[in-house]
């Protein structure tokens, strides 16, 4: 089994930024994928940013250019820089890792963008 803790979520004004790391850790076999989604309330979960082990990255249309994934792979963390902050980026964003061909989730960290 898989842990994911999240952490640096919270509450930033309109244009803030934030940053998330989530950490790997247990029965780890090999991590190919690692990513972050995100749930607004009455939505569904959406993908935000994904990074695979090679550093492939894809990322939503609403963030690109805003936000940043990256990896340190060595300590099994992924982190997502977020920057130029809305309203609309306000839900619960969930680490997701990809461990050979199982799916793995965290509790989830609330941001919440606000004046």
């Known amino acids: 089994q898989v842990q994911l803790v999240e952490s640096g979520g919270g509450l930033v004004q309109p244009g803030g930024s934030l940053k998330l790391s989530c950490t790997a850790s247990?029965?780890?076999?090999?991590?190919?994928?690692m990513g972050w989604y995100r749930q607004a309330p009455g939505k569904e979960r959406e993908l935000v940013a994904r990074?695979?082990?090679?550093?492939?990255?894809n990322y939503a249309d609403s963030v690109k250019g805003r936000f940043t994934i990256s990896m340190r792979n060595a300590k099994n963390t992924v982190f997502l820089e977020m920057n130029s902050l809305a309203p609309e980026d306000t839900a619960v964003y969930y680490c997701?890792?990809?461990?050979?061909?199982?799916?793995?989730w965290g509790r989830g960290t609330q941001v919440t963008v606000s004046s």
């Open positions: 990074i695979t082990l090679s550093g492939s990255t």
């Open positions: 247990g029965s780890i076999f090999s991590i190919s994928k």
């Open positions: 997701n890792v990809v461990d050979s061909v199982l799916s793995f």
